[in-house]
């Protein structure tokens, strides 16, 4: 047996010197076979671990440890990336480094190549002793082997003397070996320790712009992934007694603790790689420490989308770095590390950058710049909600801003110019006549043969009604403009979505006038005569403005404001179609429910049935004995749709209205009993024919404008009239009256001339015919001077009837009617969502309802239960 394991060993040093041609493969594997046979595997298996450490230890002291890297470059620490290319002298150190790195690397692969060769050739030879030996005693297979050795022996090679092994008995099985004074990876003598700085310093001089050898970096950490943390194989291992096979002296625990003492890191029985448990705790180490430095260093020298590019790129190329050379469970820890280190850690800093921050990015419309922001923030868990948080603050911050009357920038975003009024087309509703109020019944007296009107050269809007379109056109650009960053730097997200409109909702229902501000700019753009614009620009314009309807919390109080508006179109034919109010309120209906346009659409139809009449009513006139002095166009409205009914408006009409209303009424009542017709001439026109000296015009002006002129017919050229006179005969409200008198003699068409002059009207002026007016039309609408915002007053008076109208005990008593039973917090609540989609109920308010119903006896507490209640029905 002897003679044949000589034989056996010197085939294994011919095939490790690769002189395999003159050896037969049948006759070595012959000698394998024979020795298990017998009963020898555990020589044999010494033997092979005996000379394949020998020649691994040869191998790394001749060619891997005359290349170790110069401690000095080996070991230099890394102190992130140094400029473009640092200084030229660090420049040259690292090409020198990369080099002796490279050199020492390509060497360990040459031994690691040479000795996998070697070892599949061994496998091959000695199949037997795995199939029969091995196997049976619980010990590595000889690939197995070869791999644990070389981790010993060239891994773990130290040009350091060994030290003298403990003296111990070889029946001390599972003694533990004592652990070394110190790591590999910290002990400079080892190849381990050159082997991960050499990895770590080439590395970084990768990520400091120098071009290194990828492959041999690759080939590295490859070596280390395979060798598999399976323990040290206890040698030499004994014949067991009695039977002559192989057993080991040290048990598989002891060795797995073994080697992890020698490598560092896990508990024992874990089945960890070199690469795990050294390579990659150092790798992730050193990439946290250079990314911490480079960060904090480009924060301070770029801007923010400099920055952001930077790290963008970083990422990139770290993710195709471990994508080339690293293991595949460093991928995902390596850009974790990186999103925490580049990018969590500088969420703020980078949000209030003081060059070229979020407030920047978002004012310029830098698209491009902000999508990238919205991608890097998403790969860490808070970074979104911190970007909305940013996005939010600069919305609402501005809207304060447009709430105060600050002009924004005009945006570049699409949709922007279509949003922004054309000018000019506004203006033939600067001076339109938007009487507050409303009338249950309005004569609209015209001249016979009414043609269209030649209409006013239009004057500068009333700075108030001014003021609160260029709000909603100043917060619909806003809206245009986080329109446009929502879809293409968002990426329609709608965490963002919910977060912009949150954010539109605060600042814009800060607003006190914002419902009445929308509404007036709604009645703008459905008015006639609009100017530059086609209908469909007004229908986009009107769908802009339902995505600010949608932001308002108190949706009771624009319909207020909408529906008395409303009523100034219709009553004065000025809306643009019928087609686009009906399509108005069709959005309104989706948006906030059939109740919400319930009055508007009554409106509509009271027009549509008065169109109708008005043909019966010709027809009836045709019949007639004493027919009206005049053609009128009434308009019967309902005095529960239309707005502000009931107020008197009245005022002492001339004979030729009063017969013309006489003359209606006796039609009307022949129609319908029981029902009473109040005319409200603050709501009507007229066309009347006024001579001057120089020629004759047709006026198109108020009821109230026509009943002041009349009184000015029949008087000499220098007669005047007193505003105490005119008041006396006319009887109208002081308010009506000013305002009148300042369209006729203060504005453009001067039919009327004021002593004093001055554009505003006191009750000492006194007023005279103008008979040399003139002007180039024959057909002249003179619209009232209103203002078309409310004062003060008018507006405390819509809050309070907003106020009245937001009576809550019908909902309380709708809801405990459908449970009969319900807990008070859980009634408040519910009362809160039902009519959330109106206003924004306070829950005192709710409160108040429930103990008014209590005290009217139509809810009660429950006797076991005093915070639950009860329906009476």
Known sequence: MEDTLERLKEAIQQIQHHNVSQLSFEETYRYAYNLVLHKKGHLLYNAVAELISSHLEKETREKVVPVFPHTST???????????????????ENVATAAAGQLFLDKLRDVWDDHIACMSKLRDVLKYLDKVYTNSVAIPAVFNLGLSLFFHHVILYST????PAPASSSRTSNAAPVAPSQRPT??????AHHLIHTLLTVIRIEREGEVVSRSAIHSAVDILSQLTDEGAVPLPVQASQGTGSGSPVVSASAANARQRTVMGEGPPGAQESPYKTAFEQAFLKQTGEFYARESARLLIECDCPSFLQRINRRLEEEQTRAQSY???STEPLLLSLLDHVL?????????????????????DSRIDDLKLMYALFGRVGRGHTVLQQGVAAWIVAVGRQVNEGVALAPSSSEGGADAKGKGKGKADDAAAADVEGSAAAAAAPAAAGGKKLGAAAPGPLNAKTKAALDWVQNVLDLKDKFDTLLARAFGSDKAFEKAINDAFSTFVNENRKSPECISLFIDDNLRKG????TEVEVDEVLNKSVALFRFLTEKDAFEKYYNGHLSKRLLNQRSV????ERGMLAKFKVEAGAQFTKSAEGMMKDVKVSEDMREEYKRFQDRATVKAPFDMV??????NVWPSAGKDKACTLPKILQDGIASFEAFYNQKHSGRKLTFLPNEGQVEVKVRFKARSHELNISTYAMVVLALFEGLADDEKLSYVDISNSTNMVASELKRTLQTLACAKYKVLTKHPRGRDVAETDQFSFNHLFTAPLAKIRIQTIAAKVETDAERKETELKVDEARNTQCDVLRIMKDRKQLAHIDLVNEVIRQLSHRFQPTPQMVKKSIERLIEKEYLERDDADRKKLKYVA
Do not use: R
Request: net charge negative; glycine share 12%; aromatic share 0%.
């Open 530 to 533: 609009l100017k530059g614009k």
């Open 577 to 580: 179609s019928d087609d686009a």
């Open 186 to 191: 910290a002990d400079p003598s080892t190849v």
């Open 326 to 328: 690293l293991g595949p």
């Open 160 to 163: 350091q003397p060994k030290p």
């Open 74 to 92: 080996a070991v230099a620490s890394g102190s992130g990336a140094q400029g473009a290319a640092g200084t030229s002298a660090v420049a040259t």
């Open 634 to 639: 009434p308009i019967v409205c309902g005095s």
């Open 343 to 363: 990018i969590d850690a500088h969420l703020s800093s980078i949000l209030e950058h003081p060059s070229a921050g979020l407030s920047t990015l978002i004012h």
